[in-house]
């Protein structure tokens, strides 16, 4: 199964991140520590606000992080206060190796699981909502939901050539347009502008690929090349882009129209989510130290760094 290379492909990443530095590119924001593990999952960013702000977080929010791990477990969801303290809810009812989370303007949780190709929800407190997603998946990894409540999922494997595509659903979980195929080369983590762009992170195609609201291809495509692995990417209200990649242990990040800029922040330790908070306050879910490290919009360090609680970090949302 085309699922069992990639994992292959994670874990030489992360043995990579502990043996060597990634390439510096000011400015340097270095990341405590590396480690090993078996990755299972993507990343997801940002949840869902009023559209003039649909990737960022305001200022008072809570921290929603999918963990993979450990092994002998299903995963779970944690959740952290804005200076890092756990916090509740923590969710582990219907997980399986989760991967994705997205949280939508009314504080609905939703969870992708990897090994059961479903995507679960949950009321703000962590109590089971009535919808859950089976339809039209195919190894969910990324998830995102917009401002009207339209659901995007990224799915690793499937579509043409079984390269995955991007599924999308009404908020009643009722598939529906558009189906996104072209340009995707293992899909894995999905995020949606301010105006209604879809962006895509390509596994093994190494590059961001957007489209139109209704799935046609449109610029920019961000390459980062293939051993870079995108995971996950998030774009702020300005409509700066921000990719993790896994293979290098850095994020870059881009202008509108695709052409590099900074930060840069290097050091990282398999980075997979990521999301941005009103502010341009970057978190990143740091897979291979079980970490969430957090930067200023110019790329310093800075508070929280989270450990509590973590075991193999995915996905990461603010609301």
Known sequence: MRHLSFLLVLVSAVLLSACSASSITAPIVSAPGTGGAQPHGATVVGPAFPVAAVNAAPLAY?????????????????????????IRPTITKGLDYPVGVAVDRHGKI??????????????????????????????????????????????????????GYVST????????????????????????????????????????????????????????????????????????IYVNQSGNNILTTYMPDGKRTI????????????????????FVANYGNNTVTTYTSTGKRTTPTITSGLSGPTGITLH
């Open 263 to 282: 930060p840069t922040i290097t050091g990282l330790s398999t980075p997979q989510g990521v999301s941005v908070d009103a502010h341009g306050k970057i």
């Open 110 to 163: 939703y969870v992708t699981s990897f090994l059961t190709n479903t995507v679960t929800t949950y009321y703000p407190n962590g109590t089971g909502a009535p919808l859950t997603i089976t339809t039209g998946l195919d190894h969910p990894v990324g998830v995102k939901v917009d401002a009207s409540g339209k659901i995007y999922v990224a799915n690793l494997e499937g579509g043409s050539g079984g390269s």
């Open 169 to 240: 659903y009404q908020p009643d979980g009722t598939q529906t347009t558009p189906t996104i195929v072209s340009g995707i080369d293992e899909a894995w983590g999905v995020t949606v502008d301010a105006k209604g762009k879809i962006y895509v992170t390509n596994f093994a195609g190494g590059n961001v690929t957007t489209y139109t609201s209704k799935g046609a291809p449109t610029t920019p495509t961000i390459t980062t090349g293939k051993s870079s692995l995108p995971l996950g990417v998030a774009v702020d209200a300005k409509g700066k």
């Open 62 to 86: 809570k921290i929603y992080v999918t963990n993979s791990g450990p092994a002998s477990k299903t995963g779970s969801v944690t959740t952290y206060g804005i200076k890092g303290n756990k």
